[in-house]
């Protein structure tokens, strides 16, 4: 597609459900990275893949977080067992190093409510 | 250590006045790029503009208008005439080639142009 697409656009959930969150990052984009926006804040950082290389798992902030990103493009953060704070809105950017060219493009997120 | 700060939380302008957003970053790379986006209140960040550290020359496009300064480590964003489609929160962010490709993200500056 032409750009960075997440889905669901809205997930609500039960506290201690699991959820998956999908992105799919612009076509040929080696990189892409997850972060975590909670209501009027900044971006925090989650997870970010390159290539084939070992994912940067630093910004992950329980072990209750993964990621995995198939075949260098579909990435799927889960999160288990969720909780209240876990309520944010999940962001996904993928970005094509080339060059000095290095910005990333995001995808409109997913709203996700724990209830 | 790689920071960037947007001390102005938020902004409120008079359509058609002009205003300046501040970032301020710290890093120790040689080689940076220094970035602005946009996020308006649909939630989707939209990339505005990329600047290389061994670049300084300003630029404008349109209404905007970016002041990179290596002197005083800031990347200050103006907007002319600022228009109420203007009112988002926007983001400066700091990528340095020698921090694994991760990029690092001010809070964010919340500005209001009222009609």
């Known amino acids: 597609g032409a750009g960075v697409s997440q889905s669901p656009s809205n997930k609500v959930t039960e506290k201690g459900k699991d959820v998956e969150l999908r992105c799919d990052p612009i076509?040929?984009?080696?990189?892409l990275y997850w972060y975590r926006q909670s209501l009027g804040q900044g971006l925090e950082f989650l997870i970010y893949?390159?290539?084939?290389?070992?994912?940067?798992k630093s910004g992950l902030p329980s072990d209750r977080f993964s990621a995995e990103r198939t075949g260098g493009s579909v990435s799927t953060l889960t999160i288990q067992r969720t909780q209240q704070e876990d309520s944010a809105v999940y962001l996904c950017?993928?970005?094509?190093?080339?060059?000095?060219?290095?910005?990333?493009?995001f995808g409109p997120g997913t709203r996700l409510t724990v209830l | 250590a790689q920071k960037v700060t947007q001390a102005q939380t938020e902004i409120s302008v008079v359509e058609k006045e002009d205003v300046t957003l501040d970032c301020v970053y710290e890093?120790?790379?040689?080689?940076?790029?220094l970035f602005w986006y946009k996020q308006p209140p649909s939630g989707e960040l939209v990339f505005l503009i990329r600047?290389?550290?061994?670049?300084?020359q300003n630029e404008i496009s349109g209404r905007y208008s970016w002041n990179f300064q290596k002197s005083t480590s800031s990347f200050n964003f103006t907007i002319t005439a600022s228009q109420v489609v203007d009112s988002a929160v926007y983001f400066c962010?700091?990528?340095?080639?020698?921090?694994?490709?991760?990029?690092?993200f001010g809070t964010g500056t919340s500005l209001t142009v009222i009609p």
């Open positions: 950017a993928s970005t094509l190093f080339a060059g000095e060219r290095r910005e990333q493009f």
């Open positions: 962010a700091l990528s340095g080639t020698n921090t694994g490709n991760q990029f690092y």
């Open positions: 076509s040929g984009h080696t990189a």
């Open positions: 893949f390159q290539g084939n290389s070992a994912p940067d």
């Open positions: 600047r290389n550290s061994f670049d300084e």
């Open positions: 890093t120790r790379d040689t080689t940076y790029y």
